[in-house]
């Protein structure tokens, strides 16, 4: 039934296993090892006897489909075709077809598919979970919270609408572009939406805020003329974090990077075009609003001084602790087990868990060897150094629990020479084959009927292909496992050959080396573009420089993190520091930049240090709650990467609001207050001087406005 699939090559099990046999006629075929009527053969002991000993004696199949100390579990082992081209969900098809098969079999305790096809399945489904649920959750999630923070239906019908503007025509982009969702794309509507809305929720406080003492066109006026510089910037920043991912040679990750800064762009410019409107239609000719909403916030932030004030010594000590703990990163690991990302109670995952604690090989790593200027007959010694190959690979896979057999055409043209010379071949005579005495082993076997020998060798005889029968391991562990594999054909030295690792197992592991790549372009772009912006952005290298660290150092603390959560860094969380790095940057941005607004309408350090969280400080909060409550829909997700993602970028996103919010602000102040005291002084002189010079002006033009005497 398996094998009438459409996508199925071959399907082998202990019921049509074949073997090499001689039949009465002195000819060499290649039969199932089961034989009768299927029914009253199990009720006599010897056939069932025989039966077993056939299975456990041929090497090519033992330990594969079976355990000769257990009659309980077998293994099918299903070849099915690669239809990477084909758009369709063939691969759904095939997984739903299995199952069908395999239910509702009285004599089937339990039944799982394990393996790259029912793998790719079980990430699709989780992905299209994914999406409605991601769509869905963070729309409700982002009105609610609007409601909530704006205390306003206008305001929060605002702030859903610009997220939809982005959201909507980022998406139909990707549509467009015929790219399904994967487990990059699959992130976008969250990403797009928490982006979104950071400028729009500054407009908005800094409009109400502006409302109370102007008009709406004055309100709307000032505020962009106070947040267009921040927000531009932050912006900037954002989309090149975004843009980083463009270059990466892993195709989910640019198209995430591409989509995602498309995305950012409509965003700023809508914060600039369509949110300023809104505000205008929605609010013009209105009185201003109850200064109540105001005044809380305001009060509130009033407070954060003070209480900076009074805790400056456990603020200290706290982030030196935190600090102290990023000696963790030196141990952050870069690797993935895609069988491991799934959900623990899927079917998949479930499955792959069963096969390996029952023995049973779940994946493949095929090894492929080329001769250049032989092939294997014609090379001196080649067939003689294939079987070496083989025996140690044997002898590894007795060492390793996670390496189970290795089946290749030299331990498959042994079973065809046991069978000819009835098992009187010994070892060594048959690593002595010559030339001509291989080339008629070979033709024999493939006139009795031996179509399997092809999988392993070529026609020509040039290509040797080995199975290297595994569990599905983690890509750092398969890399370690490949290693020891080159070590052995080292050793062995199959000269003037070619060697190669392919698979599907093999393709997704050696994305981690590009992943690598992308983490370290990614972090390099974004960080030397903060190197080149900040300090001209607050025309102060100090500022500049603090402003980096500041943005730093919640990223580093979150990979120490992972590092001792022993979480690595994978195609999924990969994407954590270019988008937490932009991201956190944005808060920072906004407060040094209003800062720098105050200080040139010649406030006093600490009057500025204060106004500045009293006025931005609480939108910063906001954008940072909602960011924190968009991300952490991410922990829904059957995809263990996207959870990691959610609760990771969300704890950079809190750990850089406490930063700005309370350890940037005592640095500021006491930083103004060891190198500002000239500064001030000088202020304070001016001001006098200015208000002397007033002084004398005013008294000048009374005097000039006296009249004159006769």
Known sequence: EIEALDVVVRATSIANVRVNRMVDSDELWFAPILEGDKSEQWQQPDILKAYKDRLNNNKFVNNLLHHTDDDQHTLIVIQSEDRSDDPSAYRR???????????????????????NSPLIVELNKSSMRDVYTFY???????????????????????????????????MACIAVADIPYNMMTQIMPVLLIAIATANVVHLIKEFHRNRLSMSTEEAIQTAISMLWVAGGWAAATTLVGFASFIISEVRPVSQLGLFGSIGILLGWVLSLTAAPAFLLCMYEGLPPLSTDAASSSKTYMERVPDFIARHQKKIFALFAFLSITLIGIVNLQVGSNFAKFIGATTATRSSFDFAQAQSFTASAVHLSITFNNSSLTAGQDNFAKLLQLEHKLDTLAQQRPDFHTALGPGKMLWEVEKALSDAKTTRQSFSAFSG??????????QLSGNDQLADYLSEDKTQVRIALLTDYMDSQVLHQFKQEVQTLIHSVAIDDSDFIFTGNQVLLANMDAHVLDTQIDTLAIVGLFLLVLLPPLFKSIGLGLLGVVFNLFPLVFIYSLMSWLNIPINLATVIIGGVALS???????????RFKQYKNRDYGWDQAVDETLSTIGHSITLTSIILIATFSIMILSDFLPIRYFGIFISATVFLAWAMDLFLLLLLLKLYGRAFVTEQVANHSKRATLEQDYSALVYAKSQVSHKPKEK
């Open 583 to 593: 991201l956190v940057v944005d808060d920072t941005i906004h407060f040094l930049v």
């Open 136 to 170: 869905t959750t963070s729309v409700l999630l982002l009105f609610t919270l609007g409601l909530l923070v704006f205390r306003n239906l206008k305001d929060a019908l605002i702030l859903l609408a610009m997220a939809l503007g982005v959201l909507v025509p980022a």
């Open 93 to 115: 098809d095939y997984y739903d077809a299995i199952y069908a098969i395999l239910e509702n079999r009285n004599n089937f305790l339990a039944v799982g598919f394990q393996g």
């Open 436 to 445: 001509g005495e291989l080339n008629d082993l070979i033709f024999t076997a």
